[in-house]
């Protein structure tokens, strides 16, 4: 653990972990980041923990487990890879991922979850936007972006408005040109992974071919991928993430992974915060 990690942060384990994690849940909702010392991405993803449980101010509490010091619990708790990371509240996991999320989406799991920064947890909810029309964002950002061509915000926002009407080769090249610090914004890296599902179907036979497929062997791994790939950029959200989940269940190591990946890619691309929410519990329940 960071020496200078906030005092919300702890090293949880086997003796202390029933009083300091799941007695302590109970009062407050309680992170547990599975890492290790040789793990690469933990050490990306460690530090944005850390920041966040001292931004929240006891909003949440996290618990490091060091996996080669704490064999024993993190066998417990079959942790297969590092980093985990699981969610205890009122003394049981009720959510958890694989893998280093960016700092967005690790905000939008505590936010789904009701976690949210101590100073700020009695005030109200800002009014929910409706939704724009797609075709319509799009002539709308045009205009603004001729307006202010050097405005980087505003050609990211034409992409992503573009990628949703289907233009995904001028959508591709407005990504492609944005400078580095938001090629790695949240809304960028949702914009990539929809590019990679629109990419995925450039060669793949209609839906209705793979639904019949499907319909003959259930077991077709490769034609549920392919469907869910048409479902996610068609903005059928929830019938995608069932078609990628039913690849998990059937083979969670089918092509080195593929249907744990196609759920966090999809993750990304849908807007839906409680869709993606459930979607994230169901997976972690066929993971862990």
Known sequence: MNAAAPAHVFDATLPSFEQDVLLKSKEVPVLVDFWATWCGPCKT??????????????????????????QQLAGYFQIKSVPTVMLVKDGQIVDGFPGALPEGQLREFLQHHGVAPMEAA?????????????????????????AEPDKDELRLDLALALLKTGAVAEAEKLLDGLPA??????????????????????????????????????????????????LIVANESQAGLEQFLEMLRRDRGYQDGLPRKALIDAFRVVEDEDLVGSYRRKMATLIF
């Open 45 to 70: 993803l460690g530090p944005v923990l850390e920041k966040l449980a001292g931004e929240y101010n006891g909003g949440f509490l996290l618990a490091k487990v060091d996996v080669d010091k704490e």
């Open 122 to 146: 009695e005030e109200e909810a800002p009014a929910a936007e409706a939704p724009r029309d797609p075709h319509e964002e799009v002539v709308r950002l045009r205009a603004a972006t001729a």
């Open 181 to 230: 610090n938001l090629a790695q914004d949240d809304r960028a890296l949702r914009g990539r992974a929809r590019l990679g599902f629109a990419a995925l179907l450039a060669d793949a036979p209609p839906r209705e071919v793979l639904q019949a497929a499907i319909a003959t062997d259930p077991a077709d791994l490769r034609a549920r991928h392919l469907l869910g790939a048409h």
